[in-house]
């Protein structure tokens, strides 16, 4: 069965040894290799060879089977791709917006009212820092007015009631 | 073989076509039988090895890049083999086991029977494993020296000296 004509073995074979060795060399796996054709293997069995392409279809069909399968679940994961990440650029701006604003808003409001959860306790430390405002206001205004920056509470009630009787007098 | 028929065959077997797996059997189905009949001297197991590696050589046919094709089954072929070698030991441990707790004479796993085994069959079992394996590999595959040598990641020189070395024995044997 062997193809001997493939290579020239007696060149090969002097690579390793001297010439006459490599003769005898030849001749011995020549006589080999007719030893082994005259005593040849048994065949498999037409039963055998037909079992065995019909195994080979099946398995031929499972892995074109399997292919399609692959395929489609690669285009399924693409087309997931594809849509995450169209969503995921479709929501980005709106989320960058919507952070600018809370921003801008975080810059009036005090830390503790930003960073707690509580709503209202919240309100109350915004109702009292209102109520410091409108006093620092009043106060100002009152400071403000020069002539009245020496005179004490008393003075000025007083001040208010003569204004006001003087002006239901006409 | 023809490389462009070889190329006709790859195709149509990559495209799943059952007339080109039919003529791989065609080309290969007695030679490789032959290849696993003498390393294993059984007709059945023969049988299941080559239904193994016709099966294995549809799955794997898509990962075939060109070069020689009867070096890339044969290599398969081999593989198989050689996972059989692997299984077949794992049973003789197993059964040495289980023979030496039931106190009985270990089992042969291999065999048809006493008509199966023929003159050659008796004088390769007396080789060494691994010439018998180079031997046959040459034989049946129709592989040169050189393409066996570098499947078997061994100098040509190794290689040569072995199969030379075995088929002087197996004459020496068979006289």
Not at chain 1, 113 to 135: F, M, N, Q, Y
Not at chain 2, 13 to 33: Q, T
Not at chain 2, 144 to 163: A, D, M, Y
């Amino acid at each position: 069965m062997n193809d001997s004509t493939k290579e020239n073995l007696k060149e090969l074979l002097a690579g390793f040894m001297d010439s006459d060795a490599a003769g005898r060399a030849v001749q011995d796996i020549e006589r080999g290799d007719r030893l082994l054709r005259d005593f040849p293997a048994p065949k498999p069995s037409q039963n055998v060879i037909a079992g065995i392409k019909l195994q080979m279809a099946a398995a031929s069909r499972r892995q074109h089977h399997a292919t399609v399968q692959h395929r489609i679940w690669a285009a399924v994961g693409v087309a997931a791709a594809i849509v995450l990440a169209s969503v995921a650029s479709l929501k980005l701006p709106e989320q960058k917006s919507a952070e600018q604003t809370a921003g801008q808003y975080a810059v009036v409001i005090p830390d503790r009212v930003w960073d707690g959860s509580d709503t209202t306790s919240d309100i109350t430390v915004l109702s009292a820092e209102l109520d410091s405002l409108e006093k620092e206001i009043t106060s100002t205004s009152v400071d403000e007015t020069g002539d009245n920056s020496n005179l004490n509470v008393g003075e000025l009630e007083m001040e208010l009631i003569e204004t006001g009787g003087n002006l239901w007098k006409g | 073989m023809p490389q462009n028929d070889t190329e006709q065959i790859i195709i149509g077997c990559k495209r799943g076509d059952e007339a080109c797996f039919a003529r791989l059997i065609e080309i290969y189905g007695n030679r490789c039988f032959g290849y696993f009949f003498r390393l294993t001297g059984n007709k059945t197991i023969s049988e299941d090895l080559l239904s193994e590696l016709f099966v294995k050589l549809v799955e794997k046919i898509s990962t075939y890049r060109g070069g020689s094709l009867d070096g890339w089954v044969f290599a398969m072929a081999s593989n198989i083999f050689h996972d059989h070698l692997r299984f077949k030991q794992r049973q003789t441990r197993l059964l040495d086991e289980h023979s030496r707790r039931l106190k009985m004479q270990p089992m042969t796993t291999e065999g048809d029977g006493p008509g199966d085994v023929d003159k050659m069959q008796a004088a390769l079992e007396k080789l060494d494993d691994d010439v018998r394996e180079l031997i046959m590999m040459r034989y049946y595959s129709q592989l040169s020296f050189k393409e066996i040598s570098q499947q078997r990641h061994e100098p040509i020189g190794t290689t040569l000296s072995k199969v030379h070395r075995g088929l002087k024995m197996l004459r020496e044997l068979m006289e």
